[in-house]
């Protein structure tokens, strides 16, 4: 698309933050133009069509309770697909589950009776579950903070639990294998996972993101246009510039540090995916697949295929490995051999599809957490995504919204958390 002359708002970054915040923009009758390096829309959130299959950049899922969520986007038009409440945990080369009798009665007796976790450990989970789902999610940010690992330690949780159950589970979750991520992101996952479903839509994560920019008008996302400088009225780019009123920088943290002087790097969590494609599944189960024995560097499996036959040809399986912390050259060697313990010799009938290496995963959120950091700077640019918030799709949608409010003038987006 041609580069606009002018426009009320530029926005430089099309992924959620960025697409969230134009279409608030362009709800309130602005016009925009969102400039993107890549070739499409959605940032980390993206997928893509490898040989009939629905490859995720990186292992991803919805939690359908996050608030922004419920606001902003169609959940049917969106055709979901849910996995299990709960999770599988893999130990010994035997999958137990770990169902969530809340929502699926059918699960009770099999979880009070499964051995992953002690009966006293499965107690603490309920009193976890009914402690952070009390009043507002937002009193959450108000409680005293520590590392995950702390938080589960002061709950009294055993060594077996964390390594069978919350750990394998948040390490998959926020990319950070030694629970040194904030207790505060903690107790609002929790929350979410206990309130909500988890799962993917029919057309892949990238769904999302297409939702978004379906909103905006014709001609108002550039792609393929890196970003060379950019002012508070100004985007430069090697193809010309564009004037604006207002200017956001709607990047990822590290590209965000590049262009804005002395904003400090956030840190990046990093994470890996193998994609398998199989004649067979491995399992049946529509629970995602933990690793109970903290045995390499997969964390957790998913066969998406269970849950979302669209992520395949019809016949095949499609085999999500994700591996948080790690961009390890021979990753795929690494998780085969592991996964050979886990499933057997038919493994080495999988067929590899593709090895996602995500540099920047997520933002480092070790405490002290600090969400809702301001969006407007001294120099008069914005700035959003989810390092200004939290290291979520929920963070990156409610950044865009509230700074494109901002902008508008409008009273402080109430934050739900």
Known sequence: MQLPDSVDTAIVGAGVAGLSCARRLVQAGQTVALIEASNGVGGRVRTDLVDGYRLDRGFQVLLTSYPEVQRTIDLAALEMHMFNPGAVSWIDGQGYELGDPFRDRGALIETIK???????????????????????????????????????????????????????????????????????????????????????PSLGIGAIADQL???????????????????????????????????????????????????????????????????????????????????????????????????????????????????????????????????????????????DRIEHGQPKQAPPLKPRQRVHLSDGRWVCGDHRDTGSLQGAMFSGRRTAEAILGLPPARAEY
């Not at 940010?141 to 069978?164: C, H, I, N």
């Open 114 to 200: 499964s051995p992953v976790l002690p009966f006293a450990d499965k107690l603490r989970v309920l009193r976890l579950r009914t402690k952070v789902r009390r009043g507002e999610a937002r009193r959450l940010f108000g409680k005293p903070e520590q590392t995950t690992a702390e938080r589960l330690e002061s709950l009294g949780f055993s060594d077996r639990a964390v390594a069978r159950l919350f750990g394998p589970l948040f390490s998959g979750i926020q990319l950070d294998r030694d629970l040194g991520t904030s207790s505060r992101m903690f107790d609002i996952i929790f929350r979410c996972l206990s309130e909500g479903d988890t799962g993917v």
């Open 213 to 355: 920019a379906a909103t905006l008008p014709a001609g108002s996302v550039i792609l393929n246009t890196p970003v060379t400088a950019a002012s508070s009225t100004q985007v430069q780019t090697a193809e010309g510039a564009v004037n604006a009123a207002d200017v956001v920088i709607a990047t990822d943290g590290p590209a965000a540090s590049k262009l804005i002087d002395r904003m400090a790097d956030p840190g990046s969590n990093p994470v890996s995916c193998v994609w398998f494609s199989a004649d067979i599944p491995p399992t049946t189960s529509r629970s995602i697949i933990l690793d109970g024995m903290n045995s390499g560097p997969v964390i957790n499996v998913a066969v998406m295929t269970n849950v979302a036959p669209s992520y395949a040809p019809a016949g095949r399986h499609l085999i999500a490995a994700a591996c948080p912390g790690t961009l390890s050259a021979d990753l795929e060697d690494q998780a085969r051999s592991q996964l050979n313990e886990w499933f057997g010799d038919q493994v080495d009938g999988w067929t590899t599809l593709r090895v």
